[in-house]
């Protein structure tokens, strides 16, 4: 029985022990790890395809986000603005139909300032100095023009006067309107005699 034991024990040994590899063995092995290799690399090389593929796409898709921001942000802005011209635009024409009133206060408080009746005086001035005020909380103010040099951005020339001193020539001599400026635009020219 020890013979059998012993058998078995060198059987054993000659099995755990490596075996020295054939030429072919080798080769095919050698052969399967380049194989292995060469596909590895392929893979690789498909993936990193993939990667700058999904890279180009994700770019795009950020480019064409941001357009889109942008392009909403300029919506919102200029509907915005849209609004306020709106607003403002409606604001003026109000306050245009309310110049020809402006108008006749002036002229009656000119015609007043004769008469000997200091009720109608007052209460002209009143009328006028209330609705002045109230249009100057709107952004209306009157463009000042006589004595100043004309200024074709804010005066219309009605006429052209003769006068003697050379200083006058191209300075405003007379108003025949008054002019007004609504939140720095012009709402209506001052119609003016000019010095010639």
Same mark, same amino acid.
């Given at each position: ?10 059987? #054993?040994?000659?099995?755990? =022990? ?9 080769? =095919? ?14 893979? *690789? ?5 993939? $990667? ?21 942000? =300029? ?8 609004? @306020?011209? @709106? $607003?403002?635009?409606?604001?003026? !024409? =109000?306050? #245009?139909?309310?110049?020809? +009133?402006? !108008? ?22 009143? *009328? ?7 249009? #100057?909380?709107?952004?209306?103010? /009157? ?14 020339? /009605? ?12 300075? $405003?001599?007379? $108003? ?9 635009? +012009?709402?209506?020219?001052?119609? /003016? +005699? /000019?010095?010639?």
């Amino acid at each position: 029985m020890a013979n059998t034991e012993n058998k078995n024990i060198e059987e #054993k040994e000659k099995s755990e =022990t490596p075996q020295p590899e054939t030429k072919s063995e080798t080769k =095919t092995e050698t052969s399967s790890k380049k194989e292995n290799k060469k596909e590895t690399n392929k893979k *690789i090389e498909e993936l990193q395809g993939r $990667v700058k593929e999904l890279e180009a796409k994700v770019d795009e898709s950020k480019n064409d986000y941001l357009r889109l921001m942008a392009e909403f942000e =300029t919506y919102r802005r200029r509907t915005a603005e849209d609004r @306020l011209n @709106l $607003v403002s635009s409606a604001s003026a !024409d =109000t306050i #245009k139909g309310l110049l020809p +009133v402006l !108008d006749d206060c002036e002229r009656a408080m000119a015609i007043l300032s004769d008469s000997s009746d200091e009720a109608a005086k007052e209460g002209t001035e009143l *009328i006028f100095t209330k609705l002045m005020a109230f249009l #100057k909380t709107k952004g209306l103010s /009157v463009i000042e023009a006589k004595g100043e040099k004309f200024n074709v951005d804010f005066h219309e020339a /009605v006429t052209q006067f003769p006068v003697a001193d050379e200083a006058q020539k191209g300075m $405003v001599i007379d $108003v025949t309107q008054t002019g007004y400026i609504l939140n720095g635009k +012009v709402l209506r020219y001052a119609k /003016v +005699v /000019v010095g010639a």
